[in-house]
């Protein structure tokens, strides 16, 4: 398992369609992939559970990946949030 923390740079957060792109993105990975923000852990594979933390633009957020590909899932994904956008 790997995790780090990261801060939102994309302009218009995880919210709506950055959101569904992550999930889109997670889901290239066969790991499991999690998102926690302020204590609440979501599936970073549904939607629901992306939209359930409304992520914004400058917000702290730790992505934990865990399975056979984690090391380039977790560089991915990092990445895809850090940018400004997409």
Do not use: W, Y
């Not at 990261?6 to 919210?15: A, D, H, R, S, Y």
């Not at 559970?49 to 934990?64: L, P, Y």
């Amino acid at each position: 398992m790997v995790q780090v923390k990261t801060t939102i740079n994309l302009k218009t957060g995880l919210q709506a369609r950055p959101a569904a792109l992550f999930v889109q993105e997670a889901n290239h990975f066969s790991s499991r992939v999690e998102i926690e923000k302020s204590g609440k852990k979501v599936n970073a594979k549904s939607i629901m559970g992306m939209m359930s933390i409304a992520a914004r633009k400058g917000e702290e957020i730790t992505i934990i990946v865990q399975g056979p590909d984690e090391n380039e899932a977790i560089e991915t994904l990092k990445a895809f949030v850090e940018k400004e956008e997409i």
